[in-house]
């Protein structure tokens, strides 16, 4: 079966920064692209950084500039490196795996993992 691991998670001050990993392992074909979302307390789950089909990441303005997405393929592992962290980047952090094949012949399918909380407060 397909399990997305992640780490890196904690609690910063404003202005730290942490990097955040998400390793795919199981039976995986192949993927059409890697990413993050965020959900903070009463609020719907966004989008934090993603690669488009050509590899250039998209980031929403909230994160532009102060957050990276890299990848690793040999890995199947994704990272989010966030720095100049603000208190209203606190959230739960959800990598997601788009597009995921177990074999040639399967459909395409997605995965998220299982969360990792980011806490900014002084």
């Known amino acids: 079966q397909v399990q997305l691991v992640e780490s890196g998670g904690g609690l910063v001050q404003p202005g730290g920064s942490l990097t955040l990993s998400c390793a795919a392992s199981?039976?995986?074909?192949?993927?059409?692209?890697m990413g993050w979302y965020r959900q903070a307390p009463g609020k719907q789950r966004e989008l934090v950084a993603a690669?488009?089909?050509?590899?250039?990441?998209n980031y929403p303005d909230s994160v532009k500039g102060r957050f990276t997405i890299s990848r690793d393929n040999a890995k199947n592992t994704v990272y989010l490196q966030m720095n100049n962290l603000k208190p209203e980047d606190t959230a739960v952090y959800y990598c997601?795996?788009?597009?995921?094949?177990?074999?040639?012949?399967?459909?395409?399918?997605?995965?998220w993992g299982q969360g990792t909380q980011v806490t900014v407060s002084s």
């Open positions: 997601n795996v788009a597009g995921l094949r177990t074999s040639w012949s399967s459909i395409k399918s997605n995965y």
């Open positions: 199981g039976s995986i074909f192949s993927i059409d692209a």
């Open positions: 690669f488009t089909t050509t590899g250039i990441p």
